[in-house]
Nanobody
């Protein structure tokens, strides 16, 4: 079994930056991908950024490209989402998820373990 936990959410102003952290623990051997997703009430959960742990490849949703950066710290078993130039429409619950499947995709159903989420609220 594996556990995933997010942290770092909060309330910020338009244009601010915020960094989210994702820690994984437990049975992580064979894990290939880590992704950040977000969801607002009444809408489907959407992929924000995905990191391939083997190749280091990163993929981003068009809406966050050049503003968000996904990165890793293997020693800490952590993956981060650095968010800059935040906008009101970035407001959402942000989730970290891990996948044991290849290739790494941005498809929500490829991800096996999910955290409880951390809220990001951006005010104009």
């Amino acid at each position: 079994q594996m556990q995933v936990e997010e942290s770092g959410g909060g309330s910020v102003q338009t244009g601010d930056s915020l960094a989210l952290s994702c820690l994984s623990s437990g049975a992580t051997v064979g894990m290939h991908c880590v992704g950040w997703f977000r969801q607002v009430p009444g809408k489907e959960r959407e992929a924000v950024a995905v990191l391939s742990l083997g190749s280091g490849r990163t993929d981003y949703a068009e809406s966050v490209e050049r503003r968000f950066t996904i990165s890793r710290d293997d020693a800490k078993k952590a993956v981060y989402l650095q968010m800059t130039d935040l906008r009101v429409d970035d407001t959402a619950m942000y989730y970290c998820a891990t996948s044991f499947s290849l290739p790494c995709t941005m498809w929500i159903h490829d991800f096996d373990y999910w955290g409880q989420g951390t809220q990001v609220t951006v005010s104009g």
